[in-house]
């Protein structure tokens, strides 16, 4: 595991060495496969996620996305707890970013999805989870996160651009609809012309 660098100092630029974001906590996940070509990395997909619902500052994320998130710590759970996901991804409330999959593998995050007509958007996509919801706010802490991360991985991935980056609505349309009205989309395009 990789030291991470506390939240607070997520201003200092973030570097992704060999698929991995250098300062991010780290976690292992089996829940991620090979991608079907490592070198068509070409969309960035912004979901958010929190658990229980509308609960946020706790380590069930970390739980589910390892496949163990115990059934009986909240009703909730018994529905999801044997579901398979992940993310590239995850941004607390407080800025830290956490990492799962790297990024040249498939993480399980956009499900039944397409992009410009194009199916299958684990394929060639990478997923980050907000910690939150569609309709509370999100952090600045978090859109400081995410820029960072945004930036790095534009620069690592050239194929991800600025049109090519989207919501998880976006790519699944009346099946999802995070990251939700919350989302600050002029925030995170105007952060991110560099």
């Not at 250098?22 to 979901?47: C, F, G, W, Y």
């Not at 999801?80 to 999959?101: L, M, P, T, W, Y």
Request: hydrophobic content about 35%.
């Amino acid at each position: 595991m990789l030291s991470s660098l506390p939240p607070s100092d997520i201003s200092t630029r973030l570097i992704i060495k060999q698929h991995s974001v250098m300062q991010a906590r780290h976690i292992t996940t089996t829940h991620k496969d090979e991608r079907p070509d490592p070198q068509d990395i070409s969309v960035l997909v912004i979901h958010n996620i929190s658990l229980p619902p509308n609960q946020f500052d706790n380590s069930y994320i970390e739980d589910f996305f390892v496949g163990k998130l115990n059934p009986t710590a909240h009703p909730f759970f018994k529905e999801i707890h044997q579901i398979r996901v992940s993310a590239h991804c995850v941004i607390k409330r407080d800025g830290e970013v956490i990492q799962f999959v790297p990024f040249n593998e498939r993480a399980w995050h956009a499900g039944v999805s397409s992009f410009q007509g194009r199916g299958r958007c684990n394929d060639y996509s990478i997923g980050i989870e907000l910690e939150g919801t569609d309709d509370s706010d999100y952090t600045t802490k978090q859109y400081d996160a995410l820029e960072q991360l945004a930036q790095a991985i534009m620069l690592a991935y050239p194929k991800i651009t600025l049109g090519r980056i989207v919501g998880h609505n976006d790519i699944a349309p009346g099946r999802k609809t995070d990251p939700g009205s919350s989302f600050n989309w002029q925030r995170l395009r105007q952060g991110l012309c560099f």
